[in-house]
């Protein structure tokens, strides 16, 4: 004879929390089971019955509606257990960091997950668990310039004083060229990855068209931006641009022209002579990241270059105008500001980094 379950009882807030549970589809399978078990014994349903719907053992049924009938909703919880002694603990993490400070296996210049589990003679799971808990990125790089001009104090002060508190009747401009840009002409589009991830694509293979050479002027305080496009890159071809630059200049205005150190911006002192309202000042060696400009061709090539395609030159052309044309009407000075790296984080290991 099938056995019928005792009738219990809960508060109408507690059964419409199982109500919600049985019908979740975020919730595990197992908790979304169980509140269905408890859901059908609230019913009067048989033991056998149940067992049937939620596809389990009668027993199953019958351990979960005592374990409601003394703790509620929590008793439907799991009990805590024991578990098994974890595998990879503490002294595995600390083994992979102290792997990491020893050279790399012969033929590989940098470790690697797999080398390191291999040199460990463990899971690359486990060691690839570690590195994620610790935030380290082995395959991540960043790097860093380091001047070594004797007068860098100097004229990193002259410049960010430029930058910072601009002379009275003066504009301060931040002028470079970017050279032999490509005019690339390869299929593009979008395709679905093996893990269905959509994403850029782009033709392995690709057609040279030429290439371009570009000058641009950064005005500091408003962002804007005054380009000249050439086929060569020639002192000859940056004075004109220079010459443009002026034209375009109130006469009764001084102009300070920050340049790096590249030979064409060199040697320059007859056009200087002709023109004694503009003024040159050089980043120190090894320091052209503070010329701003260098930050608006890094905008440049993510929006208007990389991954296009071009037919010829003319078509480049076209693209590096249309986006200064979209680009200026909504200029903004940079919020500029660089970290400074130390001798002492050079040194740094990862032992000591992570402890």
């Known amino acids: 004879m099938s056995r019928i379950a005792p009738h219990i009882t809960c508060s109408p807030s507690d059964q419409q929390i199982l109500k919600r549970l049985a019908a979740s589809r975020t919730e595990s399978k197992q908790t979304v089971e169980r509140a269905r078990m408890i ?12 067992a049937h719907e939620c596809n389990t053992r009668s027993n199953t049924v019958i351990k979960w509606r005592q374990r409601f009938v003394q703790g509620g909703l929590a008793g439907l919880r799991d009990a805590p257990r024991p578990g098994a002694q974890p595998i990879y603990g503490v002294d595995f993490r600390n083994r992979v960091l102290a792997v990491l400070e020893t050279p790399p296996p012969a033929g590989q210049a940098c470790w690697d997950g797999p080398a390191v589990a291999a040199k460990l003679n463990g899971s690359v799971h486990a060691v690839w668990r570690v590195l994620r808990r610790e935030g380290i990125c082995l395959q991540r790089q960043r790097s860093w310039c380091v001047s070594t001009d004797k007068e860098f104090a100097a004229k990193a002060a002259n410049i960010v004083g430029l930058y910072l508190n601009p002379p009275e009747n003066a504009f301060v401009i931040s002028v470079d060229e970017k050279p032999s840009i490509q005019a690339l002409e390869r299929a593009t589009g979008y395709v679905e990855t093996d893990n269905r991830k959509i994403v850029r694509g782009c033709k392995s293979t690709y057609q040279r068209h030429g290439t371009l050479n570009l000058f ?36 009764d205005h001084q ?16 056009w200087l002579a002709r023109h004694p309202h503009v003024h040159f000042h050089f980043t ?4 052209s990241w503070l010329n701003q400009v ?11 270059l990389r991954g296009a395609s071009f037919k010829n030159v003319a078509e480049l052309r076209e ?29 740094n290991t990862i032992v000591n980094l992570r402890n």
């Open 319 to 347: 693209a590096i105008e249309a986006f200064i044309a979209a680009y200026n009407p909504k200029a903004k000075p940079f919020k500029w500001r660089k970290r400074e790296v130390k001798g002492s984080q050079l040194r």
């Open 294 to 304: 260098e930050i608006w061709f890094g905008i440049l090539s993510r929006k208007a």
């Open 39 to 50: 859901l059908g014994c609230l019913d009067g349903k048989r033991v056998e019955q149940i």
């Open 284 to 287: 120190p060696t090894s320091a």
């Open 255 to 270: 102009l300070h022209v920050v340049l790096d150190n590249y030979g064409t911006h060199k040697k320059c002192d007859a």
């Open 216 to 251: 641009a002027a950064l005005q500091v305080a408003t962002g804007l931006i005054h380009t000249r496009t050439t086929a060569l890159k020639r002192r000859e071809e940056f004075l004109q641009f220079m010459d443009q630059i002026v034209a375009e200049t109130p006469a």
